[in-house]
């Protein structure tokens, strides 16, 4: 079973710093912000009740899985606490991980 995971969090232009640190808050100790644009046909597109076709801010966090469940609630309520901020958020496995330093090293072969 992997001991961490990647959180990757979509959210509305100029408000993944302020995810971050709701994240943070939640334990999380770092993460990557790429900003982002959609591409394909020229009307409106929408996943999961999120627009697709403005700019859009990918925050990326490496977590360790004891704090999974406490960044995602944070990250959820940090969106719910910002209706104009849209967030689709979601965590995957990270298996083989290998260049964490302390303290989220894995003593893993």
């Known amino acids: 079973m992997p001991t961490y995971s990647l959180i990757i969090a979509v959210s509305t232009y100029g408000y993944a710093n302020e995810v971050m640190d709701a994240a943070r808050k939640a334990g999380a100790t770092g993460g990557t912000i790429i900003n982002s644009r959609a591409i394909g046909g020229m009307e409106e597109s ?41 967030i689709l958020t979601l965590s995957v496995p990270a298996s083989n991980v290998v260049g964490i330093a302390a303290p989220m090293a894995s003593t893993a072969p």
């Open 46 to 86: 929408r996943f999961m009740g999120i627009s697709l076709r403005e700019e859009k801010e990918i925050l990326i966090t490496l977590i360790s899985n004891q704090i999974r469940d406490d960044i995602l609630k944070a990250i959820s309520g940090y969106s719910a606490q910002h209706p104009d901020c849209e």
